[in-house]
């Protein structure tokens, strides 16, 4: 498939492939799941050689993928923990997408760490980020990222000048990196559908086949048309994250892995609410975890909390008290203080914290601290846990579990192969100037059209020069172009009037409205691509204005039972 498009009759295309699978001719591995692990996985297994199809029940990466704190990073408080061999492979694979594998869409982020004590901190944390440093220093290469450096208060209140007078006396300042979250996923799906493999988004599995003891395959359903097929596999990876045990209770599994969701809220503000040097945030330790304050593109993203959800995973939302939770916490490091009425988007996601469990006999397994891949029943394998940063690693780790003996002949290539887009960014960013010059368009928007894009933004430009119209401002959203909707539900596997607003963009936290002053217009442009008639395009609109009144309705509780249920009432 040209350039990995994710278009609607990609969808249609993939979904027939699927259907064609029979017991004697399956896929040679399929894979549950779109979220990075998933996704991960699918691309994995398909640079191999191998047959491969991989859906989600929903878009890729709706689930915890695209509502991460959205840090490529090494982590630095594992240290602490003396896990130096998690920190190490964490810190090759943030240097490996910066510099090989998606230099696109993964950009280095410097961050200050405020000393509360000058003698004790400088030398605790000082040798801490050393050690951090050392470990992602490779002879013969080049670094990634700079090196980390002190700052006495002076240079810290200069640097920034938004923290707390009396919140620090004294920094170090390092760097990690950021990532887009659910744009990266996207790619990994179109980089896996450019080797072969068949995708589907909207796709749900609602049962398990089996000849004898072993699973064979699937049984699916097509969110969008209600029709139900049968999907045959040599092997099937569950990379279900929070919905894994759900999917093991589905296959009748004798062994699983029993997963508990933890809920992470982030709250956005704009840029001028914090007074720093553009490109630097905050790190700061809270008496449960860390905080981030961490720049993006017109506003900061401030998180994250740890708590349990006991609610239906379909619907993580955040409640009055997290939010009031990452102001205080903010509020204690920053000199301005922030209110709720400086909030301009809030998202929560969920993270499944697991453990093996054996419900009958014996059951194969590969655990590390990080992540676990075990056999749940013969040729299905669940993988879960895990950090966003090693998705390549566990990916590697799930195929080579499910094809055992078989992976001798074929080992996994992702280390060396570049997601879409990244071969070939450095010739498109030296021309950008060009493009600015050609179109109109100001050179910060063709830097974030690159770190979207990459090279596929060859693509849109395309689009541009064929219709003028898409590139214009987008009605309600004018960081965006109109060509970038266009994009989404023509090449991006985008389905519904969310999938756009909330993963191809970030309108959903972006801007105060959450998206709805944009929606009239995104519905317009995609209408004619996704075949949507004049009551379909008024639907989604409803739809998705519902889904946002009541995400900000449950903001206002304060229980994670209250908030859940008025969630819920937007998807009835």
């Known amino acids: ?72 990073h090494g982590g630095l408080r594992y240290l602490e923990m003396l896990d130096f061999k998690l920190v190490a492979e964490a810190l090759k694979e943030r240097d490996l997408l910066l510099t090989h594998t998606a230099p696109h869409l993964v950009e280095p982020v410097a961050f200050v760490f405020p000393f509360e004590h000058r003698l004790i901190d400088r030398a605790f944390i000082g040798s801490g980020v050393l050690l951090y440093d050392t470990m992602a220093t490779r002879p013969g290469r080049k670094r990634a990222v700079p090196m980390h450096r002190h700052l006495s208060k002076k240079a810290l209140s200069s640097h920034f000048p938004g923290l ?34 068949a995708a589907a988004n909207h796709v749900s599995v609602i ?30 990876i569950l990379a279900g994250g929070v919905w894994t045990e759900e999917q093991q209770d589905l296959a009748n599994a004798d062994a699983g892995l029993k997963v508990l969701a933890s809920k992470g809220v982030h709250i956005t503000v704009a840029q001028d609410k914090i007074k720093a040097d553009p490109g630097t945030g905050i790190i700061s330790k ?9 720049p993006w593109e017109g506003y900061w993203v401030i998180g994250t909390t740890d708590t349990p959800w006991n609610e239906d995973v379909d619907v993580p939302v955040a409640t ?50 990080e992540h676990t891949v075990m056999e749940v029943e013969p040729a299905l394998a669940a993988i879960a846990g895990g950090k966003f940063t090693t998705y390549r690693v566990m990916a590697e780790d799930a195929v080579d579990f499910v094809l055992g003996d078989d992976a001798k002949d074929r080992r996994s290539l992702t280390e060396s192969v570049p997601l879409l887009g990244a071969q070939g960014v450095g010739a498109v960013r030296r021309g950008e100037s060009g493009i600015a010059e050609k179109y109109g368009w100001d050179t910060d928007r063709v830097k974030r059209l690159i770190r979207r894009y990459g090279t596929l933004l060859e693509d849109l430009l395309d689009l541009v020069d064929d219709d003028p119209e898409l590139g214009r401002e987008l009605e309600g959203a004018e960081r965006y172009l109109r060509v970038e909707a266009h994009y989404a539900a023509a090449s991006e596997g985008a389905v519904h009037l969310s999938d756009i607003l909330e993963r191809r963009m970030r309108l959903n936290y972006e801007v105060r409205d959450r998206g709805k002053n944009a929606a009239e217009a995104v519905a317009a442009i995609v209408a004619p691509l996704l075949g949507w008639d004049a009551e379909k395009q008024a639907a989604e609109v409803a739809d998705f204005k519902a889904h946002v009144d009541a995400q900000i309705a449950a903001e206002s509780m304060g229980h994670d039972a209250e908030a859940a249920a008025l969630a819920e009432e937007s998807l009835a």
């Open 286 to 294: 809270t008496e449960k975890s860390v905080l981030f304050v961490i």
């Open 1 to 72: 498939m040209r350039n990995g498009e994710l278009s609607p009759s990609f969808r249609d295309q993939s979904l027939q492939m699927l259907q064609n699978t029979t017991a004697s001719d399956p896929l040679d591995v399929f894979v549950v799941g779109g979220g990075v692990t998933g996704a991960g996985s699918a691309f994995d297994a398909a640079t191999r050689g191998l047959k491969v199809g991989v859906v989600d029940a929903k878009d890729w990466a709706s689930g915890t993928s695209s509502r991460s704190s959205k840090l490529m």
């Open 164 to 197: 707390a007078d009396d919140a620090a006396v004294g920094a170090l300042e390092y760097y990690d990196a950021k990532v887009d979250d659910a744009r990266f996923v996207m790619t990994l799906v179109r980089s896996a559908v450019s080797y072969g493999a």
């Open 320 to 369: 009055e008290n997290d939010i009031d939770y990452l102001l205080e916490h903010a509020n204690a490091i920053l000199a301005d203080k922030l209110t709720r009425d400086d909030i301009i988007g809030v998202y929560s996601g969920l993270r499944p914290l697991l453990q093996p469990v054996v419900k009958e006999g014996q059951a194969s397994t590969k655990v590390s601290r």
């Open 207 to 236: 049962d398990y086949l089996h000849d004898g003891d072993q699973v064979t395959g699937v049984r699916a359903r097509d969110e969008l048309t209600g029709t139900e097929f049968d999907i045959h596999a040599k092997r099937t």
